[in-house]
């Protein structure tokens, strides 16, 4: 998440552990992982939805679609620390060297997590700090890790610039299994925490003014095999207090704009199945917000979106063909909140557009920590053009 708006109070609260425990622990012991990328994108033919696009470029965010490469680009490196307490606590920090997404080219420093992490027994256990919400497959595991994934688009549903699924909070987790027979087991997470902020691209990392928090949940079942698989379903409840303007390309102050409050909820379902030489990931997501205060256009607003990708692993698990699709569909003119933007105290109504595409592509693993890929993308709907094609160098370490 970006670090516009994180307090010293999170980094001394997060630090509390680690004081505690220094007057019985002579050395911490650590371990560094990171993850990163370089691509290069080609794209061509004209947009799939002309009336998308020049609302876009009248109205959008950017000069281009989030996650849209054209040339040598990087989507930038994640640095993890884990710290390890004591055999039942650890600290965990995921910092992130960020190439903007589509407002500039700059390189912005961004906080993924930055947890302490209780392990009181398998069925129970507690995270506390900034961490990622319960939500779905592709956001806990594989969101800003190309080298786990076989494709190289980023979901819009889980991309953290558009933020349709809260991706991130700070709060309070509890998690846990329950082991069944055969390996099989049950997991759990229930997370409380600070929810949505004025605009949905924003965390809210201290001072959450909300008088309610964001509820998360996750329930799924794991299936032992060569990789496990599992199917799940998680959700959330949230309500959103910000600010109505009526139409694209409004803009107001943060004092003069009439209020608007939306009570949120969201149900997310999924799968990963794993056979060894076939892979299947595919997750739906659904969200309503409804008007509270009586003051818009309609009651309610809705946004759907699902993906899928089959993928096979040949050649001793090194090369990975693959196939993908992804959609999203959002309120007409991107309904009153997943639009909003505010800088400065000054709040405006973007246009955000919907996206329809399908992948085709093949993963190659080069070495244990290189991953390369071709992809060929064809947009149906949307403002990118219609047709694309990136190369990736993916490592992880």
Known sequence: MRNKGLVAGLLWLLSVPALFYSATVSAVDLRFSGFGDVIYGAAFGDAPDETAEALFEQDGYGDNPVNMHEGFS???TDFVVIADFSDNMRFLSEINLQAARSASSEIEVDVERMFVDYTIKPEFNVQAGLYFTPIGYFNRFLYSRAWLMNSIQIPDLFEEELNMVPTHTIGLSVYGSHFLSNGHSINYAVSLGNGRSVAPDQAVYARDSSTTKEFTWL????????????????????????????NIGDVATTDSAPRMELSEVGINPYIVWNTGRLSVLAEYVYAKQKDELNNLPKESY????????????????????????????????????YGLREDGGDIERVFVPEFEAAMVGVAYDRTVHNRLKIEFIRHFDGVRPSNGIMLQSAYGF
């Open 302 to 337: 809705t946004l759907n979106g699902f993906l899928a990708e089959v993928a096979l692993h040949l050649n001793r698990n090194r090369v990975h063909p693959y196939v993908r699709y992804d959609r999203t569909n959002l309120p007409k003119d991107s309904g009153p909140y």
């Open 219 to 246: 329930v799924e079942w794991i299936v032992p095999g060569i990789k496990d698989s599992r199917i799940g379903l998680s959700g959330w409840m949230d309500k959103i207090e910000s600010f109505r303007l009526d």
């Open 74 to 76: 990087i989507t930038g």
